[in-house]
């Protein structure tokens, strides 16, 4: 298989484009399949690599093996590239609604139609003004290390977290791209690759194993949480958990703190873009439990050095913005770190500062647009907060 054909079915952007930059054929078929590049990206749900490969002139109808890259990615369910496909023009054919897997989501099936009548498909993850991002100039932050985590979709037949992966993704870069983490010290972990283990891995043993004295971490998690309607705790849902066994399938969230404040770090950063009442949103619980209200705080947060704003309260729905593709939440966090959370105009953005600006507008979409009450929450010790604890964003350097 050529390089570029390997570089777009591993999603390694920076090869991709070398590699085209040399004189790589971007149509090229190879293989008894006749696989192009964008068939093996779009096949794969590298949405990144899709993007790329169509801004460079891949055309979206060649076939592989009578299977176009939309058909791959349909069948494969990611509605992040067809939604790009389709904007490349990409054409729909009614053999594609024929050969749908019956799990297919909802949402390709919308954009697909959409896409046989005719008009603009409703935007979609990829396509929000916060996907656009430059690369920031700014100090390396050497020590500091993140784990970001992204579940949308679950083994267990549960709702999509829908938008999660798009969140993580994108998180991903804006940490490496503007808040200064190398990008050897990020890991971002999506659908399947966040099983129970992996978040025990990550969490507990690779963070133990890099961080030192004097260090930051910044631990982002979007998708499903779940309550534990026997004691009352939340949970985080893994892709192989299971609200119906929630105390052997998930993680609990106060072992998440525990883990957090085990580490040698100056300070740890948490973001939690999900909710844990159960009563719908980013939340889930077994069948026939009742929605219940429950304390997201945790003893270790009230005098520690973890600092830690989630989507709402223990009680509340967690909104997703359909339009801007991302968890309510994320996408003002985003754009915040894109400069509107500095609200004081000083170059830096506080965690504190972020949420006077991520708190009124979350809570005026969700309540204009979803008739939901949404209330993120910031819990961490005063005194932290109050000495500029929790900083994302540095000044720009000259």
């Known amino acids: 298989m050529p390089p570029l054909h390997v570089a777009a079915k591993n999603g390694d952007t920076q090869q991709i484009v070398s590699l085209l930059d040399q004189g790589a054929n971007i149509n090229e078929k190879v293989g008894t399949g006749d696989q192009t590049a964008l068939s093996l990206a779009a096949r794969a749900g590298e949405t990144d690599a899709v993007q790329i490969l169509l801004d460079r002139g891949a055309d979206p109808n060649i076939g592989s093996l009578g ?3 939309l058909d791959l990615a349909s ?14 023009g990409a054409i729909v054919n009614a053999k594609t609604f024929e050969m749908l897997p019956h799990r297919t989501s909802p949402r390709i099936r919308q954009l697909l139609s959409d896409g046989l009548k005719g008009p603009k498909p409703s935007p979609l993850a990829g396509t929000s003004d916060v996907d656009r991002l430059s690369v920031r100039s700014g100090t390396i932050k050497k020590n500091a290390y993140a784990v970001v985590i992204g579940i949308e979709r679950y083994r267990q037949q549960l709702p999509n977290a829908d938008f999660a992966e798009n969140d993580a993704k994108v998180m991903g870069e804006y940490l490496t791209k503007m808040m200064g983490y190398p990008e050897e010290n990020v890991v971002v972990r999506l659908n399947e690759k966040a099983a129970k283990t992996d978040l025990e891995k990550y969490f507990e043993e690779w963070l133990q194993g890099k961080v030192r004295s004097g260090d930051s971490v910044f631990v982002y998690y979007s998708g499903h949480g779940a309550p534990n309607v026997k004691s009352g705790e939340p949970y985080l849902v893994p892709y192989d958990g299971d ?8 993680y609990p969230l106060k072992r998440l703190y525990a883990a957090l404040d085990k580490l040698p770090a100056k300070e740890v950063v948490v973001i939690l873009d999900s909710c844990f009442s159960g009563a719908g949103g980013r939340s889930v619980i077994a069948r026939g439990m009742r929605p219940m209200g429950l304390s997201i705080e945790n003893p270790v947060l009230a005098s520690g050095k973890t600092l830690v704003m989630t989507a709402s309260s223990g009680s509340q729905v967690s909104s997703t913005f359909e339009e801007k593709g991302h968890g309510l939440l994320t996408y003002f966090f985003l754009k915040g770190l894109k400069g509107d959370g500095d609200l004081n105009k000083d170059g830096t953005i506080e965690l504190a ?12 979409i969700a309540r204009n647009q979803y008739s939901n009450e949404q209330t993120p929450q910031l819990l961490a010790s005063p005194d932290v907060l109050k000495n500029g604890g929790g900083r994302l964003v540095e000044p720009r350097t000259p």
């Open 75 to 88: 069948v494969n369910d990611h509605p992040a590239v067809v939604r790009l496909l389709l904007e490349y």
């Open 67 to 69: 299977l176009t890259p």
């Open 243 to 250: 609200p119906a066994f929630v105390e052997s399938t998930t």
């Open 353 to 364: 500062e972020m949420y006077e600006y991520v708190r009124p507008n979350v809570e005026r």
